[in-house]
């Protein structure tokens, strides 16, 4: 169930309550993702997000990553459902960031604005889904509601905005994705046909059957 609800407050918590929710926390992990105070009161650990794309994405070549433009060489493809990837981040690090530093390390050319970030809880018997603010700090939701990801989860999805703007994307974008289209179109053109010179086959021998003497 996907919601626009209220956003929850975040409260502000004393060096020694966020010690002691690390502590808490760490005494829960079951996988060694664990998180670290530093003396400063900044605090690191891991958030893990699953990829909830529809549209694919492009990625870099190895001659076109560091630019900001997109290369001729870059390649457009759809990314395995349920892909989940690991982020090492800090408290202070936002959820427009930790957006970037995602497609970053998956050398993603795509603009990180068609992105969102989205929380997955649980509460009642129920699922919920809601989109995040770009100023949000996925980490502090991460401690407050303990290493367990069925109780919270985060999910990366473009933004709904009912229709694609197809405007946003790239010309080398737009390229791929008719690219991907057309082998897509290609492939499913040639499971029809066989599909159909397969029933040929069986109604020419059953009618071969009944016009024998």
Known sequence: KDVQK???PHVYLSKEE????IQSYNSSVTDKLKMTLNANGIYTGFIKVQMELC???TVQSSQSQGRCAHSNNDTAFYLPDGCVNTLHISSTNTVREVIEALLKKFFVADNPAKFALYKRCHKEDQVYTCKLSDREHPL?????AGPRTEMLSFVLREHETGEVMWEAFTIPELQNFLRILDKEENEQLQILKKRYAAYRSKLEEALGGVWKP
Do not use: M, N, T
């Not at 966020?18 to 929710?21: L, Q, R, W």
């Not at 502090?140 to 407050?144: E, I, K, P």
């Open 18 to 21: 966020v010690k002691e929710k």
């Open 140 to 144: 502090y939701l991460r401690l407050v």
């Open 55 to 57: 549209r694919p994405i």
């Open 6 to 8: 209220e956003r929850e």
